[in-house]
């Protein structure tokens, strides 16, 4: 099966590559984590975002690739680095994505809020809320307030005491 896959993982069309790289995260073999360290590093983004996560699943995933996806110019690898970071190292992983957050491409920022409602990384909270007042891009805020509404249900308010009763 690993065969199988590090021959897919070789093919032209990327669909098909990084259907083989997220495949292949499964094997925890050493052939599959060094193809997947080459897809890493893929002219596709969404080729380079599986194999990131793919290394991340594994038990010694390769970190310094996961810190370089971290800094992928496209959304997608660098939400999935971002995801495996809060995974390893959750400092770490919350720094990243507090940059990508104040990224100013809309498309990272909008990957940035994926991996926050994700990981529910409830750190960044007033980030995302500033986000949903201040976005310029409509939809960002929109998803911005829809992901700082998940954090305020995680909030558990203070029990109320029954004035009456205790009188």
Do not use: C, Y
């Not at 499964?26 to 793919?54: G, M, Y």
């Not at 699943?57 to 809060?86: E, S």
Request: net charge neutral; proline share 6%; aromatic share 2%.
């Amino acid at each position: 099966v690993v065969d199988a896959l590090i021959q897919a993982s070789g093919d032209a069309d990327p669909v098909l590559v990084s259907a083989a790289a997220a495949a292949l995260g499964a094997t925890d073999t050493p052939a599959a984590a060094s193809r997947l360290a080459r897809l890493a590093e893929h002219a596709d983004a969404r080729v380079r975002a599986n194999a990131i996560e793919a290394l991340a699943v594994g038990a010694d995933p390769t970190v310094a690739l996961v810190r370089t996806g971290a800094l992928d110019p496209v959304g997608r690898p660098r939400a999935n680095a971002i995801a495996a970071l809060l995974r390893r190292s959750r400092g770490e992983g919350v720094e990243q994505l507090r940059k990508m957050l104040s990224d100013p491409r809309a498309e990272h920022r909008l990957s940035g809020l994926w991996v926050a409602r994700r990981h529910r990384v409830d750190e960044l909270a007033e980030a995302i809320r500033g986000l949903s007042n201040n976005d310029p891009e409509p939809r960002l805020a929109a998803r911005a307030a829809a992901v700082a509404t998940l954090f305020d249900e995680t909030q558990v308010p203070a029990p109320r005491r029954n004035i009456e009763a205790a009188a």
